[in-house]
Each structure stands twice: as structure tokens, then as C-alpha cells.
């Protein structure tokens, strides 16, 4: 049986200011570190043999908290571009609160949480899908059906993308699903990659709020 751990950065300068971060390299918050950390004893149980992460700096910052959580400084890991946070385009750095304001809820949760929603200049979560499931499916898949038990620390839309293509949740559901900042998904999966377990550790209550 193999593991795959995917663990959404801790709150970070920006998720404490409500704006959006997307591509902009924002370092975590003391909050964050301490989700991070919580996230690190979630999993204490699981020997992770690699980690994967974003190239983004809270990211990498949520993973060293959890290494030294887990007293574990040299586990293995790989930085890719891949599995960063979706592009925000024209919204890049504004309030995402007043933007709910501006545009109504409807068309605001379409916008931040829909599936093929264009915003200026930026990436729809299906572009966000295109870069990271074909990743997944090269780089971690292999691993996962050779037994071993790997962590992938990154975002919010990128670890909705790689859920959706791990539940096959359709196009018009995926707005349904909410990752907050340092909840960890943990899957598990047989010799033959089915996924045959599935627990979510170190909730955040907070989650719609970032």
C-alpha cells in the first residue's frame, strides 16, 4: 500500500490580507507556520519517501516547517513550476472581498472557484489541470504504484486539480471543493494505483475565508 499526501501551504502575508497571490512569491505568515506544522503531526504516522513542491515560496516555506516538524532536514524532495498556484491575471493583488462586492456572489464564486472561468491574462483551473495532472501522471503516479508513500505541498487550485483528476469529480462539481491552507488529503492506494482510502487531517475551519 502506497501514500500520497497533499498538503495546501500555510496562510500566507497575502491569504491574511485577502488578496490574491496566484503567481507572486508571498512568504507565509507565524499563522502559516504554525499550519504547517500542525499539518507535519497530522502525518507523523505516514514515513514520507519524497516530497514534491511548488516553486513558490510558501510553499518551499510550509515544507521546511514540516521537515523540521517531523525532525526529518534531509528528506527527499523535487521543486517544480508545475504545481504552482493558478495565474490571477488582471485580479493579481486585489482584494478578493471587494471584488465579491463589485461583481455579486454568483458571478464571484464562479470566478474563484469555477472550472473553465476566464480571467484576463491569466489561467482558468482547467489550464491550472493541463499542467498539473500530466505531471502527476509522469512524475509521481510511477512512484505511488511502486509503493511509496509521497507528499506534495502546494496550492489551493493546483491541489484542486490534482483532487479532481484523483475523485473524477465533474466539471460542474468542482466548485464544491475548498482546500484550506494547511489541511492535508491523504490517500491511500493498492498495488494497482486504486485509491482505497481517503482521510482529510488538520481541518481548516476557516477555510472559505482565505
Request: proline share 4%.
Amino acid at each position: 500500500m502506497a501514500h500520497l499526501v497533499l498538503i495546501r501551504h500555510g496562510k500566507s502575508e497575502w491569504n491574511k490580507l485577502g488578496k490574491w497571490t496566484g503567481h507572486v512569491d508571498i512568504g507565509l505568515v507565524e499563522e502559516g507556520v504554525n499550519e504547517a506544522r500542525h499539518a507535519a503531526h497530522a502525518i507523523k504516522d505516514i514515513p514520507i519517501d519524497c516530497a514534491f513542491i511548488s516553486d513558490l515560496k510558501r510553499a518551499q516555506e510550509t515544507f521546511v516547517q514540516i521537515c523540521d516538524a517531523l525532525d526529518k532536514p534531509d528528506m527527499k524532495n523535487v521543486i517544480d513550476p508545475a504545481l504552482k498556484e493558478r495565474h490571477y491575471g488582471i485580479y493579481t493583488g486585489k482584494n478578493k472581498w471587494e471584488v465579491q462586492k463589485e461583481i455579486g456572489e454568483e458571478a464571484f464564486q464562479k470566478l474563484r472557484r469555477g472550472w473553465d472561468v476566464v480571467i484576463p491574462e491569466g489561467e482558468t483551473l482547467k489550464d491550472v489541470y493541463a499542467r498539473v495532472v500530466p505531471y502527476y501522471e509522469k512524475n509521481i503516479k510511477p512512484l505511488l504504484l511502486h509503493g511509496k508513500n509521497l507528499m506534495v505541498v502546494a496550492h489551493g487550485n493546483s491541489l484542486r486539480a490534482l483532487v479532481k483528476h484523483l475523485e473524477n469529480i465533474p466539471d460542474d462539481k468542482i466548485a464544491e471543493l475548498e482546500i484550506g491552507t494547511g489541511e492535508v488529503y491523504c490517500y491511500e492506494f493498492d498495488k494497482g494505483g486504486k485509491i482505497i482510502g481517503k482521510t482529510i487531517r488538520a481541518a481548516n475551519p476557516n477555510k472559505l475565508k482565505v
